[in-house]
């Protein structure tokens, strides 16, 4: 056996005892990736991450429009009919994610948000990003996860108020 600074090398063979017999598993199965239709504003001021993540949406079937910044994001909303979620970076130029959600949600309060960071301390947590309806996704973030985070915030619903009064019991 080889040994590195007093510990066994990983790349030294070693015998291992088994005491039981052991049962190959099925290899797990992934997940398919979740699909839609709905219009998504993906606003990252790095271009080839703004590219890669347009492009694998449109491979899910969305309608997707990019933008650089925030000031192209609102003019390009303002021309839209319809805009179902925002995908946002948090710190760009200029307007930040947050504040571009607020401006947007002015026109627009059914819209759902994704901010996508690669900050890791607590300054995404501190520029308000904390709705029930919105999304957070750190970079770097795998493209399965993008998709599940995309199709969840979208078909997540408010949940319903029930009025106690007006229960009945059988």
């Not at 600074?5 to 063979?13: D, M, Q, T, V």
């Not at 899910?60 to 390009?76: D, H, P």
């Not at 994610?97 to 059914?110: H, K, N």
Request: aromatic share 6%; hydrophobic share 40%.
């Amino acid at each position: 056996l080889e040994k590195l600074s007093g510990y066994e090398s990983a790349l030294a063979p070693r015998a291992v005892r088994v005491d039981r017999a052991i049962t190959p598993t099925a290899p797990a199965r992934a997940e398919p990736l979740l699909r839609g239709t709905e219009t998504l504003l993906v606003v990252e001021d790095e271009e080839p991450l703004r590219k890669g993540i347009c492009k694998f949406l449109r491979t899910l079937g969305y309608r997707v429009l990019a933008a650089n910044s925030a000031e192209e994001a609102l003019s390009m909303a303002n021309d839209e009919e319809r805009v179902d979620l925002l995908l946002t970076d948090v710190i760009m130029p200029g307007m930040n994610g947050r504040e571009l959600s607020q401006a947007l949600r002015g026109m627009r309060p059914e819209l759902r948000v994704i901010y996508v960071s690669g900050y890791t301390d607590d300054a995404v947590l501190r520029s308000g990003i904390h709705a029930q309806r919105d999304g957070f996704l750190q970079k770097p973030f795998a493209l399965s996860h993008l998709a599940r985070e995309v199709r969840d915030i979208l078909d997540w619903s408010e949940p319903k108020h029930v009025d106690e009064t007006k229960v009945t019991f059988h």
